[in-house]
């Protein structure tokens, strides 16, 4: 099976657009924008999150795991984003590190999205564990503290800043909701199955056009690394950036966000070959290199966010894969949805797994040509499925916390805040 991908075509779509603030009010004003990285590898032995076939801490680091902010201010607003090569954060841990930043910068919490690459190859960070060794809360702890430096010295570091976008697309990820002879759904490859491969980047240059950093999205689990690996490794997302700074220099700062991903998964995987991680995380910068070369940019016009709390009916865990006639009622799930606008770049984060179908559904409905869903933003919600992923089953919909009809109202609100900016 993994032989069969191994011509398997990324290529640039001409998709190119500057930062010349498209904005319906005519606005252009300047924006400042500070970029930092920070190594946020644990310093000691703890267990690895993904799997849950894992059990004992990792053996070794082979290699470093990463996170990186992006900050922007006008006379109006300050936004932040922050991204990391872990599974995920808690609702706790989202709170208190938001409160300490906003202390710290004077930003409004509201404002900060705190995201996770939803890596399988990182540390424990108490996303779905509740009894953790002590050596988990140290390294949480320590994670925490980083990112609230690593915020105050990206607003440090703001200067004025030019902006630009363009997409690609790559064709290592799959739809993983695959019809086994049992007919049921189950793990695999369906090529027969809707994947979005779109690569969305975002290049930040300074006034003498000196790259400051980049933003790359692409809709995929971070999941080459499987359960029998026990060394440390940022997966695909931290191939590609390591590629994208290879081509571009050191000082770039590469934040790579997960796009609406919750069935999609490399084609390569989940083990322990690093070729294969490699070869994923290549292909991805690849893409990201050539759309950034096309790329022209342009001044920031406005700053702005949404931020919204859905509370959904929850169910229980099914008891197999296969679809069910009734779902035991669940606490509700809340979800946590933010939305922002830089120029004519739109993010939109949902805290959640969302099905890729649901994710292509928002960009092709917003009126921005440039609209980037993240995922894993800001909470762990858990899978959000499409109405229709019930009557099929499969992993994901046993697992959701989400009772069936939650796609519609999600995507309507999503827009909603979108349109609203």
């Known amino acids: 099976m993994k032989k069969s991908f191994s011509l398997v075509l990324c290529f640039l779509a001409l998709a190119i657009s500057p930062g010349y603030g498209e904005d319906p009010a005519g606005e252009m004003a300047a924006a400042i924008m500070g970029a930092a990285r920070v190594n946020i ?6 267990p690895m999150s993904g799997y849950d076939a894992r059990k004992t801490p990792f053996t070794g680091v082979h290699d470093s795991l990463f996170a990186t902010a992006l900050y922007f201010r006008n006379d109006e607003k300050a936004l932040l984003l922050i991204t990391a090569d872990v599974i995920g954060y808690s609702r706790q841990f989202i709170t208190d590190t938001r409160d300490k930043i906003s202390s710290r910068i004077g930003i409004d ?4 999205l705190l995201t996770a690459v939803h890596n399988h190859g990182g540390p424990v960070t108490k996303t779905y564990e509740k009894n953790v060794p002590a050596p988990v809360e140290q390294y949480v702890d320590e994670l925490q503290g980083k990112l609230v430096d690593l915020a105050v010295r990206a607003s440090d570091q703001a200067v004025p800043v030019l902006m630009g976008t363009g997409k690609g697309s790559c064709e290592l990820n799959i739809n993983r909701r695959a019809e086994f002879a049992d007919g049921g759904i189950w793990l695999g490859r369906a090529s027969d199955k809707p994947c979005d491969h779109e690569v969305q980047m975002v290049r930040f240059d300074d006034l003498n056009h000196r790259t400051l950093a980049v933003l790359i999205n692409w809709p995929c689990h971070a999941t080459t690394s499987g359960q029998d690996n026990y060394e440390i490794t940022g997966d695909w997302p931290g191939a590609a950036a390591r590629y994208f700074n290879r081509m571009a220099g050191e000082d770039v700062v590469v934040a790579v966000t997960a796009g609406a991903s919750g069935d999609i998964n490399p084609i390569y995987g989940p083990g322990k070959d690093f070729r294969e991680i490699e070869a994923v995380g290549y292909h991805v910068g690849k893409v990201a290199w050539e759309v950034y070369n096309q790329i022209s940019t342009a001044p920031i016009g406005t700053l702005d966010a949404q931020q919204k709390t859905m509370i959904l009916p929850g169910k229980k865990s ?9 779902y035991e009622s669940g606490p509700d799930v809340e979800i946590e949805l933010a939305t922002f606008r830089i120029g004519h770049l739109v993010l939109a984060g949902i805290s959640g797994e969302l099905m890729n ?3 292509s559904e928002i960009k092709r409905q917003s009126p921005y040509t440039h609209t980037v869903v993240v995922t894993h933003c800001n909470g762990s919600s858990g899978y959000i499925c499409t109405d229709k992923a019930f009557s099929e089953g499969g992993y994901e919909v046993k697992v959701t916390h989400l009772m069936p009809g939650a796609e519609k109202p999600l995507t309507a609100q999503v827009l909603r805040m979108v349109n609203g900016l």
Request: net charge negative; aromatic share 4%; proline share 18%.
């Open 318 to 326: 099914g008891q197999d894969q296969f679809p069910q006639e009734v």
């Open 109 to 112: 919490p509201e404002n900060i």
């Open 41 to 46: 590898t644990p310093g000691i032995p703890v």
């Open 357 to 359: 179908e649901i994710g």
